[in-house]
């Protein structure tokens, strides 16, 4: 089967550095995505990672290891409007579709 | 460019009663996919147009629901009879190609009472 694990929420200070976990165990991997979600609106497109490595997009970075199933973002100098949720995505089955972990609601602070 | 468009925001029905989503993507995207997430779970997959051909509809729950893109442009989700498990919010996404930059739209809220 497929699963995606990420944590359920994350708090952090604005200013500062915040990694989203992300880990996977699905057949027919073929990329991970990165989505930004506010409440009562659409998920928006933060990253794909096909390959190993990190990478970087101004304020915000992801990073993938396939051999590991593992992902992470990384959101840096915090702001008061990244307060959102954050899901993890695979495009699994040799197919187009996403298979969505359950997101991290993430709370910036003052 | 236009987004991805779902009507409407809000739908509230009554158990047994038929409802009909709309998903309007982005002028020329082929890919056109229908995902749901319900109350505490993760978004699911519900099915993937190409155009007006159905290319993956593994993720429809049952029969009560059916999906229809006539001439590859906009597509309606029907539920009937709706039950109180299918409340939720379902979202439609386009993308062009084999690209994999999918476009969500903001959803539509149903809740079944």
């Known amino acids: 089967g497929q699963n995606i694990d990420q944590p359920t929420e994350m708090t952090a200070t604005e200013g500062a550095i915040v990694q989203i976990n992300c880990t996977y165990q699905t057949s027919g991997f073929n990329g991970l995505f990165w989505y930004q979600q506010h409440a009562g609106e659409a998920p928006t497109f933060l990253s794909y990672n096909v390959l190993d490595g990190l990478e970087e997009k101004g304020r915000f970075s992801s990073f993938l290891s396939r051999s590991k199933g593992y992902s992470y973002l990384l959101l840096k100098e915090l702001q008061m409007k990244d307060s959102a949720s954050y899901l993890c995505?695979?495009?699994?089955?040799?197919?187009?579709?996403?298979?969505f972990g359950t997101g991290t609601q993430l709370k910036v602070e003052l | 460019e236009a987004g991805v468009t779902q009507f409407p925001s809000h739908s509230v029905i009554e158990k047994g009663q038929t409802v009909t989503l709309r998903c309007d993507p982005i002028s020329g995207h082929d890919n056109l996919y229908w995902y749901r997430r319900v109350m505490g779970k993760e978004i699911k997959f519900l099915l993937h147009f190409v155009k007006e051909s159905k290319q993956d509809e593994s993720g429809m729950p049952n029969n009560r629901f059916l999906a229809e893109r006539t001439g590859g442009t906009y597509s309606t989700l029907k539920v009937q009879p709706a039950e109180l498990e299918d409340s939720g919010v379902y979202f439609c996404a386009s993308s062009q190609g084999s690209n994999y930059g999918y476009t969500f739209g903001s959803g539509t809220r149903l809740t079944v009472v």
């Open positions: 995505a695979a495009i699994t089955g040799g197919g187009n579709k996403l298979t």
